[in-house]
């Protein structure tokens, strides 16, 4: 097979997966699975074509535009290029898959190029992009790539390292993949989950939702997610606040709903101010039964130093067991320099599985 062989087109999103037309979008979907389970060993990271289908839904926050590379009639490759619509107007954010068996032949930088011809022709100089790695690669000062920040490292001899420096990219942070085993970690977190509850006073309390935030608290709700988009540490990436209002946040609960997904949302109130000072959010798709997936978790400034953290984490996982009793393993990741909450998830009983790059190129 010879490079020229290969076809680059865009991938129109079909109305239904059960359309004919519907084939290549499924295709491309089991082609990211099959990345994810050559580079993990496992099923932990799938996702059904039903939910990427899903997940590819317009909406006035942000447009997916895909790309597929065909050898004759067979999709052996994917490109994504997400593209925000009301907050970092100037960025977006792109992510290539090759099937293992066609690597190395230049099929990643054409995909790659294909997805930088419509970032410059929308006007968008900064791309993003983010690659992962298991944990237990060689880590000597030879074999790494480190980042301005100076934490973490990533391997410098593989694939996605070299389509990434390859193609102008510069390496902006590292983010560490951990896993936590429940059967193993929950005494221990009921233990930090008692004493994190003594430690935060009665000036606080906790509030719990499945799914969707109660209408009284969405406003609350949508501040925390929207001071989460840049308090937590970012290296160099050029990112801007993100704008979230109620809207947004209905519409990301509803596209969690119709994929498929759950969610299990825990927040903290400052009784004295009947404001919410922080959050933490836990998302489940019971296609794969076995694992859970913690995303924010953010405690405001105002409010830091009362083990609210680390209350509102380990008391979320207690509640794991009878709201997913199939669930076995919990996923989260955090910056390499965000030493606060990676201590936090050491104490819970994280460990690492693996590692993020975050990569960056500026026009």
Not at 16 to 39: H, K, M, W
Not at 183 to 192: F, K, Q, V, Y
Request: proline share 6%; hydrophobic share 40%; with cysteine.
């Amino acid at each position: 097979m010879k490079t020229s062989d290969i076809t680059i087109e865009v991938l129109p999103r079909p109305a239904s997966l059960d359309l004919p037309e519907g084939a290549d979008f499924v295709a491309a979907a089991e082609l990211s699975n099959l990345v994810e389970r050559v580079l993990w060993g496992n099923d932990d990271h799938y996702y059904s074509p039903q939910a990427r289908h899903e997940s590819s839904q317009p909406n006035e926050y942000e447009e997916r535009v895909m790309f597929v590379a065909r050898d004759s009639d067979v999709v052996v490759g994917k490109a994504v290029i997400d593209i925000p619509l009301t907050d970092n107007l100037g960025t977006c954010y792109v992510f290539v898959a090759v099937h293992p068996d066609y690597r190395r032949q230049g099929i990643g930088s054409l995909l790659y190029r294909a997805l930088e011809g419509h970032a410059a022709g929308i006007g968008r100089s900064t791309i993003m992009a983010w690659t992962d790695e298991p944990a237990g690669f060689d880590a000597s000062p030879a074999n790494v790539l480190v980042p301005a920040t100076d934490a973490g490292a990533f391997p410098l001899n593989n694939a996605t390292t070299a389509l990434a420096l390859r193609n102008g990219f510069q390496l902006a942070q590292i983010d560490r993949c951990s896993v936590l085993v429940l059967d193993e970690s929950l005494p221990r977190a009921d233990a930090l989950s008692r004493a994190a509850r003594e430690s935060a006073g009665q000036d606080y309390e906790l509030v719990l939702w499945r799914d969707r935030c109660p209408d009284d608290l969405v406003e609350q709700y949508a501040l925390l997610r929207q001071t989460m988009s840049t308090d937590v540490p970012m290296g160099d990436l050029d990112w801007e606040e993100e704008v979230w209002g109620a809207a947004r946040i209905r519409e990301g609960e509803d596209r969690l709903l119709r994929s498929g997904g759950q969610s299990l949302v825990r927040a903290v109130r400052h009784r004295p101010t009947g404001l919410l000072a922080g959050h933490t959010i836990l998302e489940y798709q019971p296609e794969r039964p076995e694992v859970v997936s913690q995303d924010d978790t953010l405690v405001l400034r105002t409010h830091r130093g009362h083990r609210l953290g680390m209350w509102l984490k380990a008391a979320n996982l207690l509640s794991v067991p009878s709201v997913w009793p199939d669930a076995q393993r919990v996923y989260t990741w955090n910056a390499e320099e965000n030493a606060h909450m990676l201590a936090v998830n050491v104490e819970l009983g994280f460990v690492p599985a693996g590692y993020t790059a975050a990569w960056q190129k500026k026009g």
